[in-house]
């Protein structure tokens, strides 16, 4: 059973452009969260999604940031019109149940560098 | 509400014991504990939910005062392989929705 999956593992992008990130959870796994982690700092939540409904964005910026898990295919999380206040490391976690009773299975991370 | 962690970072030799601790000012119904080791993803090590159940590897041991709404994780005979930073995760679930909230994190470094 293949873990949580995302891609790509290393982003760059310029300021102004798109930053699409990738997961791809652990089979059987209906809910997906996204978390922020800057460099020596810990895990920032931003968002809880299960298939086709978005449970809880409160960690997320209301402008420029965007999240989706659609019925089929992965979780996706877009920055739009990136700054370099954007650069860190957006992890991924998928779990089979609702998170207070069970452990989150974290992806890999995608670093995303904004120059 | 991010909890608060406590020691910021902590150095041990081989062998020596540790306990990280884990506070939070809201009612809490789970804590979850994770290590991450620098440059990989985070680490499912154990949660302990209100009521007394615990889901956990063998080697960890962990504590959660329900009326204090702390916890404490013991690391006894520390190996090289426990270095990394520790987070706790707290949950306020209430029924409806949940998200793990995580602290800051504690920085454990074993050596020889």
């Known amino acids: 059973n293949a873990g949580v999956m995302q891609n790509p593992r290393h982003l760059v992008r310029r300021r102004g452009q798109e930053a699409r990130l990738r997961c791809s959870p652990m089979k059987g796994h209906s809910h997906v969260y996204w978390y922020r982690q800057l460099p020596e700092e810990g895990l920032k939540f931003m968002v809880y999604?299960?298939?086709?409904?978005?449970?809880?964005e409160s960690g997320m910026p209301k402008e420029r940031f965007s999240a989706e898990f659609p019925k089929e295919g992965p979780s996706i999380l877009r920055i739009q019109q990136v700054v370099r206040g954007d650069s860190a490391a957006y992890f991924c976690?998928?779990?089979?149940?609702?998170?207070?009773?069970?452990?989150?299975?974290f992806g890999e991370g995608s670093r995303l560098t904004v120059l | 509400q991010q909890p608060v962690q406590s020691p910021q970072a902590v150095i041990l030799r081989e062998g020596e014991d540790a306990v990280i601790n884990c506070s939070s000012s809201?009612?809490?119904?789970?804590v979850h504990w994770y290590r991450q080791k620098h440059g990989e993803a985070p680490v499912f090590l154990m949660i302990?939910?209100?009521?007394?159940e615990q889901k956990g590897h063998e080697k960890i041991s962990a504590s959660f005062n329900e009326k204090k709404q702390q916890s404490s994780l013991y690391l006894t005979a520390s190996q090289l392989s426990y270095s990394g930073t520790y987070f706790c995760g707290t949950d306020l679930y209430t029924g409806t929705a949940s998200k793990l909230t995580f602290g800051t994190g504690t920085r454990l470094q074993v050596t020889l």
């Open positions: 302990l939910l209100k009521g007394g």
């Open positions: 809201k009612a809490l119904y789970s």
């Open positions: 976690a998928s779990s089979p149940m609702v998170a207070p009773t069970g452990e989150l299975f």
């Open positions: 999604l299960q298939k086709e409904n978005i449970i809880d």
